[in-house]
């Protein structure tokens, strides 16, 4: 059962704004002095509704591959920030995060964002002078990808001192599963 209506208004149905100048006169924008959006969102969300489902990822065909609650994100935000503060990443540091949408992707994200970096998501089809290019113009400090993309990072930016792959990680890299995995389940 659906709880919004999918029927259209009828033509005689009045309008929800009435007066344009009074809505504009009386709208507030409560702004906090501190705002977070993986801690104020995501952990609350985790904290109200720990088994809502929050994320379904699917193959190319549809079929559903993982499935992640409110808390399951809320964690792997947890971990995958732990793991970026203890190889350096900071708050303004910019993240290259190269993946498809697997859990790995929220992850990567929300880590980043939970520590106040900088998370530059990037479509798996950029080429190393497309990657080259981001990492000019950013200064980003590290990379998250997969084995396919490990190789373009490796050609984009040879020196990258913080590299981490999903899936493996080739010579040079860091397996974002160990060290995520590692990182417990602390407060970052």
Not at 33 to 53: C, G, K, Q, T, Y
Not at 82 to 91: E, H, P, T
Request: a negative charge; proline letters at 6%.
């Amino acid at each position: 059962m659906s709880i919004v209506s999918l029927d259209r208004p009828a033509r005689d149905c009045a309008p929800r704004l009435a007066d344009l100048d009074r809505e504009r006169a009386s709208y507030r924008v409560e702004v906090p002095e501190r705002f977070n959006a993986v801690l104020d969102i995501v952990e609350a969300w985790a904290s109200e509704d720990p088994d809502a489902l929050a994320v379904l990822s699917l193959n190319a065909v549809g079929d559903v591959v993982a499935e992640q609650s409110a808390a399951d994100l809320a964690r792997a935000s947890r971990q995958a920030a732990r793991a970026l503060v203890d190889l350096g990443v900071g708050k303004g540091d910019h993240v290259l995060v190269m993946l498809p949408r697997i859990p790995e992707w929220y992850a990567a994200l929300f880590g980043a964002m939970r520590i106040g970096a900088i998370p530059i998501p990037s479509p798996n089809l950029l080429t190393s002078k497309d990657l080259a290019y981001r990492f000019e113009q950013t200064g980003a400090t590290a990379a998250i990808t997969d084995e396919a993309g490990t190789l373009k990072v490796d050609e984009a930016v040879p020196g990258l001192a913080t590299r981490l792959c999903v899936g493996g990680a080739p010579d040079g890299w860091l397996s974002f599963e160990e060290r995520c995995g590692s990182a417990g389940d602390g407060e970052t």
